[in-house]
């Protein structure tokens, strides 16, 4: 999960003719609140990150004619001056496809004025990248372009299943990153993990560090100089030595949290091709498991605005759910019959 303040959009943006002299925008009511380095790295798309943050030092970017800092945070109505930048001149991009559009907004499990809920099925990431052209974000963008504001709150694994949460309006996101930061938020997942867990219920305090393999593949380890995590593993169902349903609580959403520390207790989750098993993958594909069996399960907070509870649960698939008795037929004891 990614708890930074902002994401980059393609909405709303104001018209602005960069590269051609000073050019100045104003604030709109959904910027109110935003740091003024995230506006501009979503206003100005294509211009890389070190420019953005260049021209901010050298106070060439200016709110109401004062000098201000990368963490300035944005009225209403604010008149901010853009000195003349280059575009890069990118590509158009082709559209999500229809069936793809389709499968997304066909899994939204909730939805109301600030947010839209969806059950992301696995396979699909939560954003375009990485050798993807789109994921879930694109796909609702464009099969929903009146929603102007739509931006992810937090991320899924591209395997992982489950609750994505996503917001419609940027005050909403604001107040559900906030949450995220200070761990206002009940994130609850599903994992089925290799073997027979006896640990009992076992909390995992251990720091993660992410490192950059060549091809730009993230691996992630237990290190001491690493970010805090913390999750909670209980178990659920055992089926024999084969496997343990696991219901596991993340404190925090760091990369591959739960995958990671899973494996580090002995356990890997069940089809996890990265920090897995292979013969315990390998036993399992036998039982019908064909792909990483990890689901979130629920998300409860605050809803933004008023405060009020609110708790979404995606339901496991037919496919999870069949995994499952298939693996209680075969590891439950039949009584012996009277002689």
Do not use: C
């Not at 990431?125 to 009146?146: D, K, Q, Y």
């Not at 992630?220 to 805090?228: A, K, L, N, Q, T």
């Amino acid at each position: 999960m990614n708890n930074s303040s902002d994401f980059p959009t393609q909405a709303t943006l104001p018209q602005l003719t960069l590269g051609k002299g000073v050019s100045y925008a104003e604030a709109a009511e959904g910027d109110a609140g935003q740091r003024l380095d995230n506006y501009l790295l979503r206003i100005l798309k294509n211009v890389p990150k070190s420019h953005v943050y260049r021209v901010i030092r050298k106070g060439e970017v200016r709110i109401n004619g004062k000098r201000a800092k990368p963490e300035t945070r944005l009225a209403v109505g604010d008149q901010v001056r853009i000195p003349p930048i280059h575009i890069e001149q990118v590509p158009a991009r082709v559209a999500p496809s229809h069936s793809l559009q389709q499968f997304i907004t066909g899994a939204i499990l909730h939805e109301d004025k600030d947010l839209l809920i969806v059950n992301k099925p696995p396979g699909v990431a939560v954003h375009g990248g990485s050798g993807l052209a789109f994921g879930v974000i694109e796909a609702l963008r464009a099969a929903r372009p009146e929603l102007t504001e739509l931006e992810l709150v937090h991320r899924l694994d591209r395997d992982t299943s489950g609750v994505l949460l996503i917001a419609k309006r940027r005050a909403a996101l604001r107040e559900l990153h906030a949450a995220f930061r200070e761990r206002e938020m009940t994130k609850r997942y599903l994992a089925l993990v290799v073997g027979r867990w006896e640990l009992g219920k076992k909390r995992i305090d251990l720091p993660l560090l992410t490192n950059q393999k060549q091809g730009g593949e993230r691996m992630v380890r237990v290190h001491p100089e690493g970010m805090s995590a913390l999750s909670t593993f209980v178990p659920q169902q055992q089926f024999g030595k084969l496997a343990t349903l696991m219901a596991i609580e993340i404190g925090t959403g760091r990369t591959h949290q739960i995958r990671v520390h899973a494996a580090y207790a002995g356990h890997p989750v069940a089809g996890d091709e990265k920090y897995g098993n292979k013969a315990g993958n390998d036993q399992l594909r036998e039982y019908g498991l064909k792909r990483m069996f990890l689901h979130a399960h629920t998300l409860e907070f605050a809803r933004p605005g008023t405060g009020e509870p609110f708790s979404i649960t995606a339901p496991l698939s037919d496919e999870l759910n069949t995994v499952l008795a298939t693996l209680k037929d075969a590891t439950t004891k039949k009584p012996r019959p009277f002689a």
